[in-house]
């Protein structure tokens, strides 16, 4: 199967060689875990590695606060843009989903303009001021995201989480169903420390790495690390090594 690299290190061998082409994936964690990075990543290493031009969706940010923290990894966004290669479009979500919603509209336009491969949505959280109904605004993201689809875009949509640390308590997780892939970021504190976890945790179409693997954000960009070691309840924010957890299981004190 051909696949789009994300060309983020250790990510494309836990996708199995990268993303299924023409896909939707929902990159979700706190405040800080990296998501909008990973999603810069993915748009960035399109460019300049596999020649994809790539679409910069946002409902927060300026561009030039992309520029400026693109600079910060070594990614010249500004170039890439003068290049016709990179389109950051400032948006809202109730124009964007009436945009995907009709043919001929402003997105599809400027994706055929520039032959844009990938697209960043950043972040889908901003749809959830559309409505109260959590039925409705799956109906909403599903709609947006088979737009994304029909434009043959592979696409990253980032997500906040409202736990900083494990899970967090009537937390829809309706959105994880409308799309192909799930990727997790969470915050774990171990031995004193705080660390960074990622797991994908489905991968529709296609098998996946099931490892929870650690994760740094350096000078330039994001890079996977091996998989937590002997421990347990990685992803609920309170992870238990392995023989702990077996004696409060199976022995009798």
């Known amino acids: 199967m051909d696949r789009i690299k994300t060309g983020v290190p250790g990510l494309d061998n836990m996708l ?12 979700e964690g706190a405040p800080g875990t990296g998501k909008t990075t990973l999603g ?3 748009i960035y ?24 923290s693109a600079e910060s990894f070594g990614w010249d966004f500004r170039r890439l843009e003068d290049e016709g290669k990179l389109k950051i479009i400032m948006t809202s979500p109730e124009v964007s989903r009436l945009e995907m919603e009709r043919t001929e509209g402003s997105i ?3 994706a055929r303009a520039m032959n844009a491969r990938r697209i960043l949505i950043d972040s889908l959280s901003h749809f959830e001021r559309l409505t109260d109904d959590p039925v409705e605004l799956r109906q909403v993201v599903y709609g947006f995201v088979n737009g994304l689809k029909r434009e043959h875009l592979t696409a990253i949509l980032t997500r906040e989480s409202p736990a ?10 309706g959105m994880a169903f409308l799309v192909d892939t799930y990727i997790l970021l969470r915050y774990v504190e171990m031995e004193s420390r705080i660390r960074k976890a990622m797991l994908v945790l489905k991968m529709r179409g296609s098998n996946h790495d099931k490892d929870i693997r650690q994760f740094s954000i350096s ?16 992803m609920t924010g309170s992870p238990r090594r392995m023989a ?3 004696m409060q299981a199976f022995v009798r004190r």
């Open 16 to 27: 199995y060689g990268g993303l299924v082409p023409k896909t939707a994936t929902l990159v």
């Open 40 to 42: 810069m990543q993915f």
């Open 45 to 68: 290493n399109g460019i300049v590695k596999y020649n994809e031009p790539g679409l910069i969706l946002t409902f927060e940010q300026f561009p030039q606060q992309y520029y400026q």
């Open 108 to 110: 599809e336009k400027e």
């Open 164 to 173: 900083l640390l494990g899970e967090s308590e009537n937390y829809d997780e």
């Open 219 to 234: 000078g330039s960009g994001i890079e996977v690390q091996s998989r937590f070691e002997g421990h347990e309840g990685i």
């Open 244 to 246: 702990e957890s077996f």
